[in-house]
């Protein structure tokens, strides 16, 4: 049986190297995930020859991740294949690509069964659209940035700093708050899943080499985002917030941070923006920017 462990910061290191050789664009494959959302997940790692391996819990149950590493992955998926059996359940994999699911296929014909998991695809986009906001279609998107700085002339964009973190953290309780009361919620409610992963990359901020930015208006923090490079040619966009009742916020944290990140990693072409988890609001937002890549996902279960 494969011994998985809970991520630790210490594993940074040797999974980023895996990673990088992978050079997966998916978010899956991003170690500052592995790390924030393994209680969400139960999400554990191991390393088997050369490539990452992990275990987590997802829609179907208990899954794997498609090995990424170099080298020859047949042991290494015969290793998955083993680990399941001893634990007493089929070989599920899950956020495979099509590429990845069509090389399963290859080495194991006819034994696994495929369902793709719309809700799951990640989108990706040009980054320099994302910064320059040209074009016809995205002509609601500068409009919208233009009413945010006609109605907030004060407003000022800044790097995310360990002094401006608890502001960023004070910002994001403030954020739930006033989403409960727009829903009718009680103010005080767990901030779920994605409010703890939050918190834990923000308190190891610098340790995951996350990158982030912020506005504010009159000194306050009305919004940030926060992410990291995953590949060679892709950034992953993990967190944004923005008060929603600030016209414009939502678009001019986007504009403005994929402007830094153009200007830190020139090699960047794409930004992934993550997926939608099947939130009608959400797929509506991300879809708004018209995708120049979706990183299909895709589940595999062995018959």
């Given at each position: 049986?494969?011994?998985?462990?809970?991520?630790?910061?210490?594993?940074?290191?040797?999974?980023?190297?895996?990673?990088?050789?992978?050079?997966?664009?998916?978010?899956?494959?991003?170690?500052?995930?592995?790390?924030?959302?393994?209680?969400?997940?139960?999400?554990?790692?191991?390393?088997?020859?050369?490539?990452?391996?992990?275990?987590?819990?997802?829609?179907?149950?208990?899954?794997?991740?498609?090995?990424a590493?170099?080298?020859?992955?047949?042991?290494?998926?015969?290793?998955?294949?083993?680990?399941a059996?001893?634990?007493?359940c089929?070989l599920?994999?899950?956020?495979?690509?099509?590429?990845q699911?069509?090389?399963?296929?290859?080495r194991?014909?006819?034994?696994?069964?495929?369902?793709?998991?719309?809700d799951?695809?990640?989108?990706?986009?040009?980054?320099d659209?994302?910064?320059?906001?040209?074009?016809?279609k995205?002509?609601?998107?500068?409009?919208?940035?233009?009413?945010?700085?006609?109605?907030?002339?004060?407003?000022?964009?800044?790097?995310?700093?360990?002094?401006?973190?608890?502001?960023?953290?004070?910002?994001?309780?403030?954020?739930?708050?006033?989403?409960?009361?727009?829903?009718?919620?009680?103010?005080?409610?767990?901030?779920?899943?994605?409010?703890?992963?939050?918190?834990?990359?923000?308190?190891?901020?610098?340790?995951?080499?996350?990158?982030?930015?912020?506005?504010?208006?009159?000194?306050?923090?009305?919004?940030?985002?926060?992410?990291?490079?995953?590949?060679?040619?892709?950034?992953?966009?993990?967190?944004?917030?923005?008060?929603?009742?600030?016209?414009?916020?939502?678009?001019?944290?986007?504009r403005?941070?994929?402007r830094?990140?153009?200007?830190?990693?020139?090699?960047?072409?794409?930004?992934n923006?993550?997926?939608?988890?099947?939130?009608?609001?959400?797929?509506?937002?991300k879809?708004?920017?018209?995708?120049?890549?979706?990183?299909?996902k895709?589940?595999?279960?062995?018959?």
């Amino acid at each position: 049986m494969i011994e998985f462990q809970k991520p630790q910061l210490t594993d940074k290191p040797w999974v980023d190297a895996l990673l990088r050789q992978a050079d997966y664009r998916g978010c899956d494959y991003s170690f500052t995930n592995l790390f924030a959302w393994s209680d969400a997940y139960d999400q554990r790692i191991a390393r088997v020859d050369d490539f990452l391996v992990a275990r987590l819990t997802a829609s179907l149950g208990p899954s794997y991740l498609y090995p990424a590493g170099s080298g020859d992955i047949l042991p290494v998926l015969q290793a998955l294949e083993e680990d399941a059996r001893e634990r007493g359940c089929p070989l599920r994999l899950a956020c495979l690509t099509p590429e990845q699911a069509e090389d399963l296929e290859a080495r194991f014909p006819g034994r696994f069964q495929f369902q793709a998991h719309r809700d799951s695809f990640d989108y990706l986009y040009d980054i320099d659209r994302l910064a320059d906001l040209g074009g016809k279609k995205l002509h609601a998107k500068r409009n919208h940035i233009n009413r945010f700085l006609e109605n907030n002339p004060s407003w000022t964009y800044e790097d995310i700093t360990p002094e401006s973190l608890p502001q960023c953290l004070e910002m994001d309780r403030e954020w739930y708050r006033r989403s409960a009361v727009r829903e009718g919620l009680a103010e005080e409610r767990d901030l779920g899943d994605e409010g703890r992963a939050l918190r834990l990359a923000m308190e190891h901020f610098q340790d995951l080499g996350l990158e982030g930015g912020l506005i504010r208006v009159y000194g306050e923090v009305v919004a940030f985002t926060m992410g990291d490079v995953i590949s060679s040619d892709t950034y992953d966009v993990h967190f944004e917030k923005a008060y929603a009742e600030l016209q414009g916020a939502y678009a001019l944290i986007n504009r403005e941070f994929a402007r830094r990140v153009r200007e830190r990693h020139p090699e960047i072409r794409y930004l992934n923006r993550e997926d939608d988890m099947g939130v009608e609001g959400l797929r509506k937002a991300k879809e708004s920017y018209y995708p120049d890549l979706m990183v299909e996902k895709y589940s595999a279960i062995q018959q």
